[in-house]
């Protein structure tokens, strides 16, 4: 991904709502920055005219809230005329009411104005907002196993007070494509990691999509399962019923399932 090349791309377009899948988390930084330097010449055309959507503090997601004070605010004040940006570094933190208040306003963007977001779980997000971004893709970034055990490393490494061995237990099955009942092991995980499991997923699941670019069936049907999965899991957490058996039948779906479609 040469991202000055891209972001003086979509500065060329007179608006837009673009998505780029970042699959290393340092390249946001340099996406921000290079955002700046590429929109901006002076720090008062910065504070107001760049927004860096993000969960509040003590907060987990962006909220409904958080996207209409920003129309209010934001959207509506452009007295100096300068390119308006609002920067997203992961698309996953919009809760599903916060992605529906988005879906109305990507509807009709102002002149000007440019909502670039990133991901590293495309396949995460609902159909009906990558039907309506320009999605940009890393496809400098091809997966192997290499990459797999490298990433299954640095998981380890960034949750010491979850075991090595619990970690390989969830990483294996989808690695080896064998089959597996994940009821023993998702109970290890508390409900605020279920992230991590996710993640673990999505990324082996790429792989296998780029290994198989051809199986349209494999990425539809999983893309559906999951997108559906993401909102059952955030209406749970809002009223607390999210529970173990749940998300292992959930991975022991995904389990079946990839194994089903890849072979």
Wanted: net charge neutral; aromatic share 10%.
């Amino acid at each position: 991904m040469q991202i000055n090349k891209i972001i003086n791309t979509i500065k060329s377009e007179s608006s837009g709502f673009y998505l780029l899948e970042v699959t290393n988390v340092d390249t946001i930084s340099t996406i921000e920055d290079e955002i700046l330097n590429c929109f901006y010449e002076k720090q008062y055309e910065i504070d107001t005219s760049f927004i860096n959507l993000q969960p509040e503090e003590n907060t987990k997601f962006i909220t409904i809230d958080q996207i209409r004070k920003m129309k209010k605010e934001f959207l509506h004040t452009n007295v100096l005329n300068l390119n308006r940006v609002i920067f997203v570094k992961e698309v996953n933190n919009l809760n599903i009411n916060a992605l529906n208040g988005l879906l109305k306003i990507i509807e009709e963007i102002p002149s000007k104005t440019y909502f670039i977001f990133c991901s590293s779980n495309l396949i995460s997000l609902p159909e009906t907002i990558i039907s309506r971004a320009r999605v940009i893709r890393d496809n400098n970034t091809l997966m192997n196993f290499d990459d797999l055990n490298t990433m299954m490393k640095d998981i380890v490494n960034q949750n010491q007070n979850i075991s090595e061995d619990l970690i390989h237990s969830l990483v294996s099955p989808f690695i080896n494509l064998k089959k597996t009942d994940f009821f023993d092991k998702i109970k290890f995980f508390s409900k605020d990691q279920i992230n991590i499991c996710s993640s673990i997923f999505l990324k082996i699941l790429n792989y296998h999509l780029k290994k198989n670019l051809t199986n349209k069936k494999l990425y539809k049907y999983l893309f559906k399962l999951h997108s559906d999965y993401l909102i059952d899991v955030d209406e749970s957490i809002k009223f607390n019923t999210l529970t173990n058996d749940l998300i292992s039948i959930y991975f022991t779906r995904l389990n079946s399932n990839l194994i089903k479609y890849v072979k």
